[in-house]
């Protein structure tokens, strides 16, 4: 089945304690991004991949990192969680060349106290 | 840059009858515009989208509609049924831009029984 999955589904962590939250896509997608998503305020997007190795900012990077050393895994790394890093994340591929459709993941949700 | 405003931010109708949603967009160069739709839980999914060659398109109950003098496009869906609840994104996006997407804040439709 073709999906994007995302680990860990919950997390409560606290401030400080690096986090990793993985992404892995079966679909051999060149695209990847990794969404936050608060009330009101819709998707906002955190970093993006356009193929292995190569990664950009989104328009929310601050306190955020990420990796792309394979194509199917595109984890996204919080060194030091803050409390307004609490979200609800979701990671997305696409095959950006065929079509723009993302298909998402079915989203990480974090708590930092 | 690219914004993409939406209205309303609730909306509630009756079983039966038809919703609009609405979205601006401030890019005139923006030339795709999907629609996605996030059940309870889950990721957001692709629903409908449109190209700004196109006008109109329709998929059986969902059809979107896009003006691009005025710069907006809408999401119409008909005859509305309990499985259509759910929070509704809009975006757009332009072709040179990577495949990014500038979303709207979303809408979360209430269909009452």
């Known amino acids: 089945e073709a999906q994007v999955t995302q680990n860990p589904r919950y997390l409560i962590t606290v401030t400080g304690k690096k986090l990793t939250v993985t992404c892995s896509q079966n679909?051999?997608?060149?695209?990847m991004s990794w969404y936050r998503q608060d009330p009101g305020l819709g998707l906002r997007q955190i970093y993006y991949s356009m193929n292995v190795e190569v990664t950009d900012k989104g328009d929310v990077p601050e306190g955020y990192k990420v990796s792309r050393k394979e194509k199917r895994n595109f984890p996204l790394i919080l060194e030091s969680p803050s409390p307004n890093q609490t979200s609800l994340y979701f990671c997305?591929?696409?095959?950006?060349?065929?079509?723009?459709?993302?298909?998402f993941g079915p989203g990480t949700r974090l708590t930092v106290t | 840059g690219e914004n993409v405003e939406q209205h309303p931010s609730t909306l509630s109708v009756q079983e039966g009858d038809s919703a609009v949603i609405k979205c601006t967009y401030s890019d005139s160069a923006s030339n795709y515009f999907p629609w996605y739709k996030q059940e309870l839980g889950k990721g957001p999914q692709l629903i409908i989208d449109?190209?700004?060659n196109v006008g109109e398109k329709k998929d059986q109950r969902i059809a979107v509609t896009l003006n691009k003098t005025a710069k907006h496009f809408s999401l119409h869906i008909t005859e509305t049924q309990p499985e259509d609840s759910a929070v509704y994104f809009c975006?757009?996006?332009?072709?040179?831009?990577?495949?990014?997407?500038?979303w709207g804040a979303g809408t979360k439709l209430i269909i009452k029984p």
């Open positions: 679909m051999n997608h060149e695209y």
């Open positions: 997305a591929s696409s095959s950006g060349t065929r079509s723009y459709e993302q298909y």
């Open positions: 449109i190209r700004s």
């Open positions: 975006a757009a996006s332009r072709w040179d831009s990577n495949y990014q997407l500038i």
